[in-house]
């Protein structure tokens, strides 16, 4: 019983570290956004774009070695997490689409609530990817 206490407690900490990098991410990547297309003019497709593939690669690295403390980097699992923040932006997509259209929430406040549906999943697979010790 201790001992399932134990990695409880384990996969707790975990989770919350996970949402601790993932909200610090979001909020360093939407002022990299503002600056480069506020301040540098960029196209907000091409700012949006160099903004993810940063976010993308630091959640990759600051997950691994922070959440998950694993150092076993590779490009096997980089590419399996790129797939994985994928299927969460599709996943997100799913649920703002479903709560606008379904429960007339204002397309501002459902991005907002769509994390916490899509965060759990993501957080298991991110799990699965980085602690693979086959990939």
């Keep these: ?13 975990e989770y919350i570290k996970f949402n601790i990098i993932g909200i610090s991410n979001f909020i360093v990547s939407q002022i990299f956004y503002i600056t480069l297309f506020m301040v540098f003019k960029f196209n907000y497709i091409v700012a949006y774009t160099i903004t993810s593939i940063l976010s993308i690669c630091a959640a990759y690295f600051l997950n691994s070695k922070f959440t998950f ?35 007339n929430i204002n397309e501002i406040i459902a991005p907002l609530i769509a994390p916490v549906f899509s965060t759990p999943p993501v957080f298991f ?3 699965l990817v980085i602690k693979n010790k086959n990939t």
């Design 69 to 103: 403390k694993s150092e076993n980097y590779s490009a096997k699992k980089f590419s399996l997490s790129v797939l994985v923040y994928i299927f969460e932006y599709i996943l997100n997509m799913g649920i703002i689409i479903f709560l606008v259209k379904t429960f």
């Design 1 to 13: 019983m201790v001992d399932k206490l134990k990695f409880l407690k384990g996969k707790v900490k």
């Design 125 to 127: 697979l991110m799990r």
